[in-house]
T-cell receptor, first 115, second 115 residues
C-alpha cells in the first residue's frame, strides 16, 4: 500500500534562513509526487509536482524539490524563507496511471517563521 | 486564474441532519474529488468522480455519503445523516487529467461542524 511520511510535525525557521521539509514515500511503482501548501483559512495550493524526467523540480514561490528514488524521498527546499511562507506543508503521492487520481497525503509539517 | 469554489465556507448542523456541500470545479476539468481533513489529522481521500459516476471511493465513503453532478457546473457531496465524527474540513478538487500528466486543484474547503 502506498504511504507518505513527513517526519517533522513542526519546524521553526528564521526569516531569511533556508528551509528543508522532508517527505518519504512508499509505493510499488513510480509515483506522482506533489507538495501542497495550506495557509490559515485557505485551501490547498499546489507548490510543485514531479511526474518524470529531471529529478529537481522548480515550483512557485521560490520552492524546489528533489526526487531521490534510492531514498524514496521528495524533500522540499527554499533557500531564503519569507514571513509569508508560514503555513502547513503537505507532501502527497498519486498513482500511475492516474485514471482515478486518488492522492495520499502526509500528515503535514507546520512551518513557523520568526523575525 | 480559474479556481475551484466551495459553498458554504462553514456549515453547522445537528447530528442526524442531512447536509449538502457544494463545489464548482474548474470549467474544463473532467475529474472531480472530495477529500476531508479532521482537525489535526491528515487530508483523506473520500471519492473520485468521472463521466457521471464514481471512479473510486474510500472506506470512509459509506452509504451515508453520496455525490452528484446535478448540472454542468456543480459537484455536490451529500451526507444523509450526519454524525459527530463527520465534523471536518471538506475539500473539493478537480483535475483535467489529460493523458500523461494531471494535477488536482483544490477549493478553499467547507468546515462542517456537527453538534
Amino acid at each position: 500500500a502506498q504511504s507518505v511520511t513527513q517526519p517533522d510535525i513542526h519546524i521553526t525557521v528564521s526569516e531569511g534562513a533556508s528551509l528543508e521539509l522532508r517527505c518519504n514515500y512508499s509505493y510499488g511503482a513510480t509515483p506522482y509526487l506533489f507538495w501542497y501548501v495550506q495557509s490559515p483559512g485557505q485551501g490547498l495550493q499546489l507548490l510543485l509536482k514531479y511526474f518524470s524526467g529531471d529529478t529537481l523540480v522548480q515550483g512557485i514561490k521560490g520552492f524546489e524539490a528533489e526526487f531521490k528514488r534510492s531514498q524514496s524521498s521528495f524533500n522540499l527546499r527554499k533557500p531564503s524563507v519569507h514571513w509569508s511562507d508560514a503555513a502547513e506543508y503537505f507532501c502527497a503521492v498519486g498513482a500511475i496511471p492516474v485514471r482515478w487520481g486518488k492522492l495520499q497525503f502526509g500528515a503535514g509539517t507546520q512551518v513557523v517563521v520568526t523575525p | 486564474e480559474p479556481e475551484v469554489t466551495q459553498t458554504p465556507s462553514h456549515q453547522v448542523t445537528q447530528m442526524g441532519q442531512e447536509v449538502i456541500l457544494r463545489c464548482v470545479p474548474i470549467s474544463n476539468h473532467l475529474y472531480f474529488y472530495w477529500y476531508r481533513q479532521i482537525l489535526g489529522q491528515k487530508v483523506e481521500f473520500l471519492v473520485s468522480f468521472y463521466n457521471n459516476e464514481i471512479s473510486e471511493k474510500s472506506e470512509i465513503f459509506d452509504d451515508q455519503f453520496s455525490v452528484e453532478r446535478p448540472d454542468g457546473s456543480n459537484f455536490t457531496l451529500k451526507i444523509r445523516s450526519t454524525k459527530l465524527e463527520d465534523s471536518a474540513m471538506y475539500f473539493c478538487a478537480s483535475s483535467e487529467a489529460r493523458t500523461g500528466t494531471y494535477e488536482q486543484y483544490f477549493g478553499p474547503g467547507t468546515r462542517l461542524t456537527v453538534t
